[in-house]
C-alpha cells in the first residue's frame, strides 16, 4: 500500500509539474507573439509614416519650384530641388521614371532641346534635368545611396542650407514668417524637412 502511495503521489507531483512547465511555455509564447504583433505593427507603422513623408517632401519641393517661378520667388538656389527630390522620390514613382517611361521622357526633352530650342521654356530645364538624373545615375546611388542614412542626411544639408538661404534672402527670420511671399516659401521649406528628420527617427529606431 506505501508503496502503491508513494508511486501515486510521484505520478501526482511529475504531472503537476509538467502542467506548470506548460503553463509556463504557453506564457512565453503568448508573450512572445504580443511582442511579435507590437513590433510588426510599429514597424508597418513607421514605414507607411516614411512614405508618406516622401509624398509630402516631394509635393513640397516641386511647390517651391513652382513658386520660383511666379511672382512669389525668393532669391533662393531652387536647383537644389532636384538633388533633394531625386533622394526622397517615393520607390514605385522612382521606378517607373527610371525605366522606359523615363528614357522616352528625357529622349523628347533632349530632342527638343537640340532641335527646337524656341519650344523649350526655360522652366522646362529643372524638370528635365530630374528625369536626366533619375534615368542616368549609376545604381550605387540609386539603388544604395538614394536608400540608406547618406541619401537622408544630402535631403537634411539642402533643407537646412534652403532655409538658412532663404531667411537671408528674406531680410532676416520675422520677415521670412510674415512677408506674404517670405511665409509661403518658409511653409515648403519647412514642409522639406518632415521626410529626412523622420526617416532619421526611424534609423535610429
Known sequence: MMGERRSYLKMKTDSVAGSEVLSSDWKEVKNAMHKLADHAMKLGGLGFGTSFLKWVACAAAIYLLILDRTNWKTNILTSLLIPYIFFSLPTWLFGILRGDVGKWIALVAIVIRLFFPQHFREWFELPGALILLVVVAPGLIADTVKGNIIGI?????????????????????????????????????????????????????
Open 153 to 205: 542626411a544630402i535631403c537634411l544639408a539642402i533643407g537646412c542650407y534652403l532655409l538658412q538661404e532663404h531667411i537671408r534672402a528674406s531680410g532676416g527670420f520675422r520677415n521670412s514668417f510674415t512677408k506674404s511671399n517670405g511665409l509661403s516659401n518658409s511653409i515648403g521649406i519647412l514642409l522639406l524637412f518632415l521626410y529626412p528628420v523622420w526617416a532619421l527617427v526611424v534609423y535610429i529606431l
